[in-house]
C-alpha cells in the first residue's frame, strides 16, 4: 500500500513539477554564489532547466486554477494552504523571476523541443499507468483514467497557442 501511494504522489504533475523547480532555483542559487559577476550570463544548460521549470510551473498554476480549483478533496487528503503554494504562489514566484532576475540568457526555438520532451512522456505515462494503478480510496483498478485523459488533454492546450486553449474547453 506504501509504495502505490508514494507512486501515486509522485506521479502528479504538480509535484514533480514542483520539484523541478525547487530543483532549479537551488542549482540557480549555487551558480549565483560561485560566480558574483552579474554581466556573466548563465550557463545554457541552466537556462533551458530555468526555462522548463518555469513552463511546468506555469502550467501547473493555469491548469488548477482554471479547472481545478473548485474540486473537493477528502478530508485529511491536502493541507488547505498547501495548494496554495503549489499552484499559486510558486508558479507566480518563477514568472517573476524570469523576467525580474539578472543573467538571463536568450534561448533558440531548439529549447522548445527539450522543455516540451518532459510534459509528453509524463502524458503517455499517465495514460499507459492510469488503468494500471488501485485507487487507494476504493481498492479497485482503473479508477483514475478518464481523469488524467481529461487532465491530459487540457494540459496539452495549454502548450499549444493561446488561440488553441481558450477555444478548447475541457
Known amino acids: 500500500m506504501v509504495p502505490t501511494a508514494a507512486a501515486n504522489f509522485f506521479?502528479?504533475?504538480?509535484i514533480q513539477s514542483n520539484l523541478i523547480a525547487c530543483a532549479a532555483l537551488l542549482i540557480g542559487g549555487v551558480l549565483l554564489l560561485r560566480t558574483r559577476d552579474l554581466t556573466v550570463p548563465e550557463p545554457r544548460w541552466f537556462a533551458v532547466l530555468l526555462a522548463a521549470a518555469t513552463t511546468y510551473m506555469l502550467t501547473t498554476g493555469i491548469v488548477y486554477n482554471t479547472l481545478l480549483r473548485g474540486i473537493e478533496l477528502p478530508q485529511g487528503a491536502t493541507v488547505p494552504w498547501s495548494n496554495e503554494v503549489l499552484h499559486v504562489i510558486a508558479p507566480v514566484y518563477l514568472a517573476?523571476?524570469?523576467?525580474?532576475?539578472?543573467?538571463r540568457r536568450r534561448l533558440g526555438w531548439g529549447a522548445i523541443l527539450i522543455i516540451v520532451g518532459y510534459p509528453i512522456v509524463w502524458?503517455?505515462?499517465?495514460?499507459?499507468?492510469?488503468?494500471?494503478?488501485t485507487a487507494p480510496s476504493r481498492a479497485t483498478r482503473g479508477g483514475i483514467p478518464i481523469r488524467s485523459s481529461i487532465r491530459t488533454r487540457c494540459r496539452a492546450g495549454t502548450w499549444a497557442s493561446p488561440a488553441t486553449s481558450s477555444e478548447s474547453r475541457c
Open 123 to 133: 502524458a503517455v505515462y499517465t495514460l499507459v499507468r492510469g488503468p494500471l494503478i
Open 11 to 14: 506521479s502528479f504533475f504538480t
Open 96 to 103: 517573476i523571476d524570469l523576467f525580474v532576475a539578472p543573467r
